[in-house]
C-alpha cells in the first residue's frame, strides 16, 4: 500500500508543485523584463551615428578617368590630373583635404604592400601649390601599430616633407555608421573625425594581388577606414569591398600601377612579387579605376565580384571604356 | 519517489549521492587522462617558449635587433599580413614571431623575420611551397624543396615551422645575415622532422629540384583533391607537371578518378583519346594542354595542363612506373 501511495502524488503535492514551477516562472518573466531596455538605442548612441560626407566633384562628361603610362610616378600623376582639368577642378582655395593612402602594414616602400610615398607626396604638393588648400591631412588605420606603419613605409617622413598632416586614428577618430541597404556596414565604427573636417577626399592606392579579394585597389583601400574587428569581413570580402564604394564617395582616386604586385599579395615580401606596368590611373569613378586596374594583373573585371557589386549598387561603371579614358603616354 | 510526507526515502537519498560521487569520479578521471594525453602527444621540439628563446637570441653577424619580438595567434594574425591571414588560419597557423634586424653598418639594410609555427610540417610545407616564387634561387645548405632565396628575402620550411626573412636591399652583406639567421634556425631546432613519404614518390633524373608542392585542400582547383602533392619533372626538355593524391582505398581511388574526369568535362575540357599503356587512364583536352588521370593501388596520379602532349604521355608512363614500385613496396613490407 505503501509503495502504491509512494508512486502517487497527492493534491495537495500537485498543488504546491504548480505553484512552484508558477513562481519560477514568475521570477525569470521578472528578471527578463528588469533587464529589457524599453527605449532601444540610447539617444547618445544616435547621436554617434554619422553619415559620411559626399566628397564628390560636379561630373564633366569626358573627364572621368585618365590613365598615363610612364616610369615616372611624380610626373605621371601630376599628368593624369591635368588630364582630367587640373588639381583646380577638383581642390579649391581654402579647402581642406583628406587624403587616404593604403598605409595596411609596417613594410617597406620597395616591396610595393603600401602606396607609395613619393605619390603621395606629389598630391599633397599639388593642393596645396596648384589647388591653393588650406591644409592637407593623411590618414589611414593600420590596426598593426599606425605610427610604425607610416614610419617604416616611407609615408610619414615624405609627407612631413611636402607639408602634409599625418593624422594617426585614436579611439574618439571613430564613430559609426551604417550603410543604408547595406548588410555588412552596419552599426560599425569608421574613421570619422579627419573626414568631419574635410571638403575633399583622395584616395591614393597601389595595385596588388590580394589572397582573399584576387585584387586590392581604390575601392579595396577604404578598408583602412573600418574599426572594429574588421577582419570579420574577411569571409565576405567582395560584399564589404562593394559596400565600402557605396559608402565612400571620393573627390577623386588615384591608383598607382607603376609596379604592380602581381603574386603573394597584399603582403608580398620578395621584389620579384612586383613587375613593372608604368601606369597611374586617376579617376572620379573607383569602380571604372579598379576595372583597368585589374588588366594590370592579368584579370578581366568580371572575375572580381566586388565590381559587378559595387557597379549594382551605383558607385560607378565596370566598363571604363564606355567613359573614353584620357590617355597619354610620357615615357 | 517520496513519502507521504514529501520526504525522499533515506536509501534513495544515499544512491544519488552515490552517483553522483561515481559521476565527479569518472569527470576527474577523464581530466586525468586529458593532461596525460597531451603530455604523451605533444613532439619532442620546441614549444611556443623554446621557440621565443630560440629566435631571441639569434643575432647575425653585424646585425642587431631593432624591436621586439611581436607574437600573433589565430585570433589577431590579420593584424600583421590582414588579408592574407586567411590562408594561414585555414591551413593549421598557431602563431606568428616577428622582428626586425638591422646591419649596424647601414641603417638600409635590413631584415625582418616572421617565423610561422603551423602546427604541422606538412602545413608549414603547404603555406611555403604554394607561395614559391618562380625566381626562387639555390639556398646553399638547404634542400631545394625546403628552402629557397630570391633578390632580397630568404624562404625556408624547417618542421613545422614555416620562415620567411624579408629584406629591405639586394645587398650581398644582408644575404649573408639572412643565410646566418636562416641556418642557426634550422641547427637550433635538430628535432624538427622536416617531410613526408610521399615525397620518396617524386624521384629520377628528371625531376626539377624543387618543384615538390603540396595542396592540403582544392588541389588543382578541384575540391576533391585534398592533400595533393605535385611536382615538375622534365621530359625531353619539357616541363610537366604531375600530381599525386593518396586515397585510403583503391576503390576511393578509382571513384575519384571518375569525379576528376567529371570536372574537367563540366568545366569545358573535351575528351581525348590517348594511346596510353596504364589501365584506366583517362585524357583530356583542356582547352590546348593535356590533362591524363589515373590510379595505381591507392593513389590518384596524373598530368596537369601538360603544353606537350608526348612530354605528357611518357611523364604518366614514368609516374605509372615510380608508384607501381611504391605499391609493391609497400606491400611487400
Known sequence: ?331 | MVSNQGKWPRHESVISIFLFAVLFLIGLVIISAQFDFRKNAVPAVAGPEDIHELISGISPAGFKAISEIEEYNADNLYEKIDGKAPYYTETGFVKLFTRWLVSESDENLMFEFYVFDMGLFANAFCVYSTQKRPDAQVLPAFNPDFGYRTENAVFFVHGKYYVELVGSAVSGELLAAQKDFAGKFRDGLPDEKTGMPEFSIFVGENLVAGSIKLYLSAGLGFDGFDNTLTAVYKIDDKETTVFVSRRVSQQQAKELVEKYYEFLIDVGGKNKELDLPIEGAKAVDFYGPTEIVFHKGNFVAGIHEAEDEAAAVKAAVLLNDILEKANHDEQGQ
Open chain 1, 1 to 331: 500500500m505503501n509503495k502504491a501511495n509512494d508512486n502517487n502524488l497527492t493534491r495537495r503535492q500537485f498543488v504546491a508543485r504548480v505553484v512552484k514551477a508558477g513562481a519560477s516562472v514568475a521570477a525569470a518573466g521578472i528578471v527578463a523584463g528588469l533587464a529589457l531596455d524599453k527605449e532601444g538605442p540610447s539617444a547618445q548612441a544616435q547621436a554617434d551615428m554619422v553619415t559620411l560626407p559626399d566628397f564628390s566633384v560636379p561630373a564633366q562628361d569626358g573627364k572621368i578617368i585618365s590613365i598615363v603610362k610612364g616610369a615616372d610616378r611624380e610626373r605621371g600623376v601630376n599628368k593624369a590630373i591635368e588630364l582630367l582639368g587640373g588639381i583646380e577642378r577638383f581642390i579649391k582655395p581654402d579647402d581642406t583635404v583628406v587624403i587616404k593612402p593604403n598605409v595596411a602594414f609596417a613594410s617597406i616602400p620597395a616591396l610595393g604592400a603600401t602606396a607609395n610615398p613619393q605619390l603621395i607626396a606629389e598630391v599633397v604638393r599639388l593642393c596645396y601649390a596648384r589647388g591653393r588648400a588650406r591644409r592637407v591631412y593623411v590618414t589611414d588605420n593600420p590596426i598593426n601599430d599606425p605610427a610604425s606603419c607610416f614610419a617604416i613605409s616611407g609615408i610619414a617622413k615624405a609627407v612631413e616633407q611636402a607639408g602634409g598632416i599625418l593624422l594617426l586614428p585614436k579611439d574618439s577618430s571613430f564613430k559609426t555608421t551604417t550603410l543604408a541597404g547595406g548588410r555588412l556596414i552596419n552599426n560599425w565604427p569608421v574613421l570619422y573625425e579627419p573626414l568631419a573636417k574635410a571638403d575633399k577626399l583622395i584616395g591614393i592606392a597601389p595595385v596588388k594581388d590580394h589572397s582573399r579579394a584576387m585584387a586590392s585597389m581604390s575601392m579595396k583601400n577604404w578598408y583602412g577606414l573600418l574599426g572594429g574587428r574588421r577582419n570579420v569581413f574577411h569571409q565576405d570580402i567582395n560584399t564589404i569591398i562593394a559596400e565600402l564604394a557605396m559608402l565612400v564617395k571620393p573627390t577623386l582616386v588615384i591608383l598607382d600601377g607603376t609596379e604592380v604586385m602581381m603574386t603573394n599579395g597584399p603582403t608580398g615580401g620578395s621584389f620579384s612579387d612586383l613587375k613593372r606596368k608604368d601606369t597611374i590611373i586617376a579617376s572620379c569613378d573607383q569602380v571604372a579605376a579598379d576595372a583597368f586596374g585589374s588588366t594590370l594583373l592579368g584579370l578581366r573585371p568580371d572575375s572580381l565580384p566586388y565590381l559587378a557589386k559595387a557597379q549594382a549598387g551605383g558607385a560607378g561603371t565596370t566598363d571604363y571604356m564606355s567613359l573614353k579614358p584620357l590617355m597619354a603616354d610620357i615615357i
